[in-house]
């Protein structure tokens, strides 16, 4: 038998492939041992220390600031930005990443040109307690911006953003800006550093131009440049548009200017009403501010007065007894009162009316102001009758504009009166109003009784454009349209030939009425004869009125006082640059020079409030205006250079008028202008010819 | 006891050992492929990763951009406001030796489009004398400059000669 081959078994484990199969396993053990290793540290990391490590992860790249959508715009009526937003940058440090404060701060002092010890100080301060943001300069200007960039470069430093300079960053913030300056400063407001409204439609609307904060975040790498970005979105604020223009905005706020620089007065309110609408085209006072510069103006320029301060209106408010009147057919325009008494008696109160002591119509009453006609009018009517037409025009509560604290003036109701308030408050007084609520009254006149709310909102509109909201204004039918057009014919009555002839527009008709009123001081407790508040209310064209703008002038201190020679020419302005612009077709005729050269008597007409109280003072106030005496040298001087100038100007002036009739009228039209430009005032008609007219008037009735 | 053990095992069968064939170059081959290619996709998705960083850095410039060139618009339209205030325009209107409008200078607009509509009715004729006299004004501003023209050509080569004399 073959012998079989030893199986030996230490042969077998020198078996190379077996050797080589054993490595491997050992190898393979090994390294399942390690990855059971890795795995077993990727679970305990990834499962167990999951949120730790992911927050560490995620404060190492990942970036989270919050940041202010641009606050919405304010547009006038043509679409021209009121008030603005832009995007501009605020410098900040963090005191912690800084070592060489000194050198810091003067490299800062030096390019942001502001004191090194102030820098020095908030860095130390920062520094010392440990804070991570300090800022050094707000909202700067992307010029400046770029002038630091450039100033602030280190350029061995391992920076990614700008500026490359340790501890310094740049943060995103928005300014307002309003760029039309002083122009509906009032109206518009301004808002704070914090963009948060704090007047005018900025205050009002703040919910609406508020921007939204919205999160972001930005993952850098290792070089801190930024490779993913993500937000939270918000709704955009939206964009107001108002019924301001900004051209009739400007020419009332220069007219005004004008008019209150004129007259000396304390400030001066206009308001441009668009009837129809109830549309606010301006609204401006004077002196006003620049919301730009807030620091440089005062405090109470601020207030927009033409709303938030309410006056005693005088003559103004005599227009509501006589539409009471009219609407209840007591009386009639051409209907006669006997004023020839010269005063009136009410709850043992005597009213003086030198100017009414005569027989006249009511619309010659309502023309030169009277007193009697307007008290004698208002008793006729009754207390509640009249209450209720001067709460229907709306007066003694608040209009409903769009604008932050508006006044709502005081209307007393009839049991809260006295014996003469009926009579007072038929002259315009024991009642105040504001210059919006007298433009919205007289709106009713010049829109056939129709009173529109007054608004300054024409829409709200998304960013996008697209229209939210528009404004819908209330209308109330007060009294009837033949009311209407009878006092309209009354109030232009006024501007022809009553208190305000300085009214009359060149190529257009006008009506309305002036008001002259003493103030009421808190501190006496009673109205100041020395201070004064003229008005004048008025609308144009006559038949078809396109526009009503009340003037009001505070404490006018200049010779003349009255609401028909300090207010009416600001609405003689106003009116005659806008009615072109609003293409409104003149009515009226048009001549280089409607009215000549008044002199203008240094006494209040009769707007004024003539007691018998209070005339004994009124000899004193007419010679001194706030104390203010003239001396007899003055008076001399002025005198004399007038003469001078009168002589002087007197032929050239004649020589161009008598040319320029020439050329523009035909020679009946002529005579007439003449005759309108030698007419004197009706009081000082002389008595023959008042007579003719009575007699003439009184024909014509009986036919 | 020990002989029979001995006995037992050289009853038993002999183990056959399979013989381990050599690895096949396909198998090799194969398994490298698959190898590249896990290590091309390693690559590649490696490759993806950075691009979509440098994406991701591109796109956060961009953005950056955009809000830039927005701001910048802003700025621009604030200025144009700035321009567009009618206290500005006033100034400016001003130094062109425009005037304020008013009734009356509407009244002289009216006068003159009257009188416009009534030389309408002339119109045609007027038509036809002003394209005549515009057709007869731009053939003599052609002519001038055909002789202009020449002249210049008439001096260069003037020049020219002189130059050439030198």
């Given at each position: 038998?073959?012998?079989?081959?030893?199986?030996?078994?230490?042969?077998?484990?020198?078996?190379?492939?077996?050797?080589?199969?054993?490595?491997?396993?050992?190898i393979?053990?090994?390294?399942?041992?390690w990855?059971g290793?890795?795995?077993?540290?990727?679970?305990?990391?990834?499962?167990?220390?999951?949120?730790?490590?992911?927050?560490?992860?995620?404060?190492?790249?990942?970036?989270?600031?919050?940041?202010?959508?641009?606050?919405?715009?304010?547009?006038?009526?043509?679409?021209?930005?009121?008030?603005?937003?832009?995007?501009?940058?605020?410098?900040?440090?963090n005191?912690?990443?800084?070592?060489d404060?000194?050198?810091?701060?003067?490299t800062?002092?030096?390019?942001?040109?502001?004191?090194?010890k102030?820098?020095?100080?908030?860095?130390?301060?920062?520094?010392?307690?440990?804070?991570?943001?300090?800022?050094?300069?707000?909202?700067?200007?992307e010029?400046?911006?770029?002038e630091?960039?450039?100033?602030?470069?280190?350029?061995?430093?391992?920076?990614?953003?700008?500026?490359?300079?340790?501890?310094?960053?740049?943060?995103?913030?928005?300014?307002?800006?309003?760029?039309?300056?002083t122009?509906?400063?009032?109206?518009?407001?301004?808002?704070?550093?914090?963009?948060?409204?704090?007047?005018?439609i900025?205050?009002?609307?703040?919910?609406?131009?508020?921007?939204?904060?919205?999160?972001?975040?930005q993952?850098?790498?290792?070089?801190?440049?930024?490779?993913?970005?993500?937000?939270?979105?918000?709704?955009?604020?939206?964009?107001?548009?108002?019924?301001i223009?900004?051209?009739?905005q400007?020419?009332?706020?220069?007219?005004?200017?004008?008019g209150?620089?004129?007259?000396?007065?304390?400030?001066?309110?206009a308001?441009?009403?668009?009837?129809?609408?109830?549309?606010v085209?301006?609204?401006?006072?004077?002196?006003?501010?620049?919301?730009?510069?807030?620091?440089?103006?005062?405090?109470?320029?601020?207030?927009?007065?033409?709303?938030?301060?309410?006056?005693?209106?005088?003559s103004?408010f005599?227009?509501?007894?006589?539409?009471g009147?009219?609407?209840?057919k007591?009386?009639?325009?051409?209907?006669?009162?006997?004023?020839?008494?010269?005063?009136?008696?009410?709850g043992?109160?005597?009213?003086?009316?030198?100017?009414?002591?005569?027989?006249?119509?009511?619309?010659?009453?309502?023309?030169?102001?009277?007193?009697?006609?307007?008290?004698?009018?208002?008793l006729?009517?009754?207390?509640?009758?009249?209450?209720?037409?001067?709460?229907?025009?709306g007066?003694?509560?608040?209009?409903?504009?769009?604008?932050p604290?508006?006044?709502?003036?005081?209307?007393?109701?009839?049991?809260?009166w006295?014996?003469?308030?009926?009579?007072?408050?038929?002259?315009g007084y024991?009642?105040?109003?504001?210059?919006?609520?007298?433009?919205?009254?007289y709106?009713?006149?010049?829109?056939?009784?129709?009173?529109?709310?007054?608004?300054?909102?024409?829409?709200?509109?998304?960013?996008?454009?697209?229209?939210?909201?528009t404004?819908?204004?209330?209308?109330?039918q007060?009294?009837?349209?033949?009311?209407?057009?009878?006092?309209?014919?009354?109030?232009?009555?006024?501007v022809?030939?009553?208190?305000?002839?300085?009214?009359q527009?060149?190529?257009?008709?006008?009506?309305?009425?002036?008001?002259?009123?003493?103030?009421?001081?808190?501190?006496?407790?009673?109205?100041?004869?020395?201070k004064?508040?003229?008005?004048?209310?008025?609308?144009?064209?006559?038949e078809?009125?396109?526009?009503?703008?009340?003037?009001?002038?505070?404490?006018p201190?200049?010779?003349?006082?009255?609401?028909?020679?300090?207010?009416?020419?600001?609405?003689?302005?106003?009116?005659?640059?806008?009615?072109?612009?609003?293409?409104?077709?003149p009515?009226?005729?048009?001549?280089?020079?409607?009215?000549p050269?008044?002199?203008?008597?240094?006494?209040?007409?009769?707007?004024?409030?003539d007691?018998?109280?209070?005339?004994?003072?009124?000899v004193?106030?007419?010679?001194?205006?706030?104390?203010?005496?003239?001396?007899?040298?003055?008076?001399?001087?002025?005198?004399?250079?007038?003469?001078?100038?009168?002589?002087?100007?007197?032929?050239?002036?004649?020589?161009?008028?008598?040319?320029?009739?020439?050329?523009?009228?035909?020679?009946?039209?002529?005579?007439k202008?003449t005759k309108?430009?030698?007419?004197?005032?009706p009081?000082?008609?002389p008595?023959?010819?008042?007579?003719?007219?009575l007699?003439?008037?009184?024909?014509?009735?009986?036919? | 006891?020990?002989?029979?053990?001995?006995t037992?095992t050289?009853?038993?069968?002999?183990?056959?050992?399979?013989?381990?064939?050599?690895?096949?170059?396909?198998y090799?081959?194969?398994?490298?492929?698959?190898?590249?290619?896990?290590?091309?996709?390693?690559?590649?998705?490696?490759?993806?990763?950075?691009?979509?960083?440098?994406?991701?850095?591109?796109?956060?410039?961009?953005?950056?951009?955009?809000?830039?060139?927005?701001?910048?618009?802003?700025?621009?339209?604030?200025?144009?406001?700035?321009?567009?205030?009618?206290a500005?325009?006033?100034?400016?209107?001003k130094?062109l030796g425009?005037?304020?409008?008013?009734?009356?200078?509407?009244?002289?607009?009216?006068?003159?489009?009257?009188?416009?509509?009534?030389?309408?009715?002339?119109?045609?004729?007027?038509?036809?004398?002003?394209?005549?006299?515009?057709?007869?004004?731009?053939?003599?501003?052609?002519?001038?400059?055909?002789?202009?023209?020449?002249?210049?050509?008439?001096?260069?080569?003037?020049?020219?000669?002189?130059?050439?004399?030198?």
């Amino acid at each position: 038998m073959p012998k079989r081959p030893k199986t030996n078994r230490k042969n077998a484990a020198k078996n190379p492939m077996q050797t080589i199969f054993t490595r491997f396993m050992f190898i393979v053990a090994i390294f399942i041992l390690w990855i059971g290793g890795i795995t077993v540290r990727l679970v305990n990391l990834q499962v167990n220390q999951h949120e730790w490590l992911s927050k560490k992860a995620q404060n190492q790249r990942r970036d989270q600031f919050n940041s202010k959508m641009l606050r919405g715009t304010i547009f006038d009526r043509s679409e021209r930005a009121l008030a603005m937003s832009v995007k501009v940058k605020s410098l900040y440090a963090n005191p912690s990443e800084i070592e060489d404060i000194e050198g810091t701060a003067k490299t800062l002092a030096e390019t942001l040109k502001i004191s090194k010890k102030e820098i020095t100080e908030t860095l130390t301060d920062g520094k010392q307690n440990n804070k991570k943001f300090v800022w050094i300069q707000r909202k700067i200007d992307e010029d400046t911006v770029q002038e630091i960039n450039n100033k602030l470069e280190v350029k061995e430093l391992k920076k990614y953003d700008l500026p490359r300079f340790s501890g310094l960053y740049w943060k995103e913030e928005q300014k307002r800006n309003y760029p039309y300056k002083t122009l509906a400063a009032q109206i518009v407001g301004f808002s704070n550093a914090d963009d948060v409204g704090q007047a005018g439609i900025e205050q009002s609307k703040e919910s609406i131009l508020k921007g939204e904060i919205v999160k972001s975040w930005q993952e850098r790498d290792r070089l801190g440049r930024v490779y993913d970005e993500s937000e939270i979105e918000r709704e955009p604020p939206k964009d107001i548009v108002l019924t301001i223009s900004n051209s009739i905005q400007y020419k009332t706020e220069q007219a005004l200017e004008k008019g209150v620089k004129a007259a000396n007065a304390k400030s001066g309110m206009a308001v441009v009403f668009d009837p129809k609408t109830g549309e606010v085209l301006a609204m401006a006072n004077y002196p006003t501010f620049d919301p730009n510069k807030l620091n440089e103006s005062e405090p109470e320029t601020w207030k927009n007065k033409a709303i938030q301060d309410v006056y005693s209106p005088g003559s103004v408010f005599k227009s509501i007894a006589y539409s009471g009147a009219l609407e209840e057919k007591l009386i009639t325009p051409s209907g006669q009162i006997d004023g020839r008494k010269g005063y009136i008696e009410v709850g043992g109160r005597r009213f003086n009316d030198p100017h009414g002591a005569k027989i006249m119509t009511y619309s010659e009453a309502l023309a030169i102001s009277s007193n009697y006609a307007a008290i004698k009018t208002a008793l006729g009517l009754g207390k509640d009758k009249f209450y209720n037409y001067a709460h229907k025009f709306g007066f003694g509560e608040a209009t409903g504009i769009e604008l932050p604290a508006e006044q709502s003036g005081v209307l007393r109701s009839p049991d809260k009166w006295n014996g003469d308030s009926l009579a007072s408050m038929a002259i315009g007084y024991e009642v105040s109003v504001t210059a919006l609520q007298a433009a919205a009254a007289y709106g009713a006149i010049a829109n056939d009784g129709v009173r529109v709310q007054p608004h300054i909102i024409k829409e709200i509109r998304k960013a996008d454009g697209s229209i939210i909201s528009t404004t819908e204004p209330e209308k109330t039918q007060i009294f009837s349209a033949e009311t209407a057009r009878n006092l309209r014919g009354m109030l232009s009555q006024v501007v022809e030939k009553g208190t305000a002839k300085r009214a009359q527009l060149n190529g257009y008709s006008s009506a309305g009425k002036t008001g002259t009123a003493w103030k009421y001081d808190p501190a006496i407790r009673r109205y100041n004869p020395a201070k004064y508040v003229s008005s004048f209310v008025g609308f144009a064209p006559v038949e078809n009125p396109s526009v009503v703008i009340a003037v009001v002038m505070d404490e006018p201190r200049g010779g003349a006082r009255d609401g028909g020679q300090v207010s009416a020419p600001v609405f003689k302005e106003i009116a005659e640059q806008i009615l072109p612009e609003m293409n409104v077709i003149p009515d009226g005729r048009i001549s280089p020079q409607v009215l000549p050269d008044e002199d203008v008597p240094d006494t209040v007409d009769g707007d004024a409030f003539d007691t018998e109280v209070l005339e004994e003072n009124s000899v004193e106030e007419n010679a001194s205006v706030n104390g203010e005496l003239k001396t007899g040298k003055i008076e001399e001087k002025e005198n004399k250079s007038k003469e001078r100038l009168s002589e002087k100007e007197k032929p050239k002036i004649d020589q161009k008028s008598k040319e320029k009739l020439k050329n523009d009228k035909p020679p009946d039209e002529d005579k007439k202008s003449t005759k309108k430009r030698s007419a004197v005032l009706p009081n000082e008609k002389p008595k023959d010819e008042k007579k003719k007219k009575l007699t003439d008037e009184r024909s014509k009735q009986k036919t | 006891m020990r002989s029979r053990k001995i006995t037992t095992t050289q009853n038993r069968k002999p183990t056959i050992r399979r013989e381990r064939e050599p690895l096949s170059w396909k198998y090799i081959l194969l398994t490298s492929f698959c190898g590249l290619i896990l290590v091309v996709g390693f690559f590649g998705a490696a490759r993806q990763h950075f691009a979509s960083i440098n994406y991701g850095i591109e796109n956060s410039k961009l953005k950056k951009q955009i809000e830039e060139l927005k701001s910048d618009q802003g700025r621009i339209k604030l200025a144009r406001e700035i321009a567009l205030s009618p206290a500005e325009i006033k100034k400016s209107a001003k130094k062109l030796g425009f005037v304020e409008m008013t009734a009356s200078n509407i009244q002289s607009f009216h006068a003159e489009t009257v009188s416009g509509e009534k030389a309408n009715v002339n119109k045609a004729s007027i038509n036809k004398a002003s394209e005549l006299k515009v057709a007869a004004s731009n053939k003599s501003e052609v002519e001038k400059n055909k002789s202009k023209k020449k002249d210049k050509k008439e001096k260069s080569i003037e020049n020219k000669i002189q130059i050439a004399k030198k």
